[in-house]
């Protein structure tokens, strides 16, 4: 009840100055003025204030603007001069894998050339050493130590020796070595028209069976028997040279078979 007539008592208060000021127009038109200048400077102050906070929040749009603008011109300096780097670091990249590939190329070149000449100082010294024995072979036959038969059978063994090393090593370099690895051997496809790596089979009671040959190149194979034959024939010639100077003391005439075989 108290607070009810405390609100009646403030309504009242507001009737009658309300009625008081409609009583005096002067006090009533100064209360009305003074209410529009107070609600003018309050929705002046309103403006300004609002208007101040635009400013400033323009500003500081235009700094982040600013910023930003500014941080984007860095970012891209940045990647250019990243760009830059990985280029310059791939170009040094490739300069030193073709380092890396022309010198282990020209290692290999040196150990085959290396290894090419320490082979051809081997068949050079095994000539050497062939010569060598022939002389004694020749020494021994011109003082009679031994006879002519001996003499061309060790002749022809040496011959053999050395020619079959020189066409060993000559095939295999040319047909079975690595071009590029001298170490390495190269072995053929059966298709590229080379031997059946598989030499052996089996037979009808289960047994393994070997068979050397088809190991040996034919062309090499050809070579080997008409070298033989030719070696054979010389051979034969040398003893029937032999038994007519053990029989008659004198030497005979060259026949074309031996003239053909120095040759």
């Excluded at 021994?140 to 066409?167: D, E, H, Y």
């Excluded at 040959?213 to 010389?234: G, N």
């Excluded at 008659?248 to 053909?260: E, F, V």
Aim: aromatic share 10%.
């Amino acid at each position: 009840m108290s607070i009810d007539n405390v609100l009646n008592a403030q309504e009242l208060q507001q009737v009658q100055y309300s009625q008081a000021l409609q009583r005096d127009p002067a006090q009533y038109q100064a209360f009305v003025k003074g209410k529009v200048q107070k609600l003018m400077d309050e929705t002046l102050n309103t403006k300004r204030a609002a208007f101040q906070k635009a400013h400033i929040d323009a500003g500081r749009y235009m700094d982040m603007d600013h910023n930003a603008q500014l941080y984007k011109t860095r970012s891209d300096d940045v990647s250019t001069l990243h760009d830059a780097i990985e280029k310059s670091n791939n170009v040094y990249l490739q300069n030193i894998e073709k380092d890396k590939h022309i010198s282990r190329r020209q290692s290999e070149i040196n150990e085959y050339s290396y290894n090419n000449k320490l082979e051809t100082l081997f068949f050079l010294q095994l000539l050497f050493l062939s010569v060598l024995l022939l002389t004694v072979v020749v020494y021994l036959q011109k003082n009679g130590i031994v006879g002519n038969t001996v003499a061309g059978m060790l002749t022809v063994l040496v011959l053999l020796i050395v020619i079959g090393v020189g066409i060993y090593r000559w095939n295999y370099t040319n047909t079975t070595r690595d071009g590029r690895f001298w170490s390495r051997r190269y072995f053929k496809q059966e298709e590229d028209g080379a031997s059946p790596t598989n030499a052996g089979h089996c037979d009808a009671q289960g047994n393994f069976v070997f068979d050397i040959k088809k190991l040996v190149p034919e062309v090499l194979d050809q070579s080997v028997r008409t070298f033989a034959d030719r070696l054979e024939r010389v051979n034969n010639e040398l003893i029937d040279q032999a038994a007519i100077y053990q029989t008659t003391g004198s030497l005979p005439l060259p026949s074309k078979c031996a003239q053909a075989s120095t040759v």
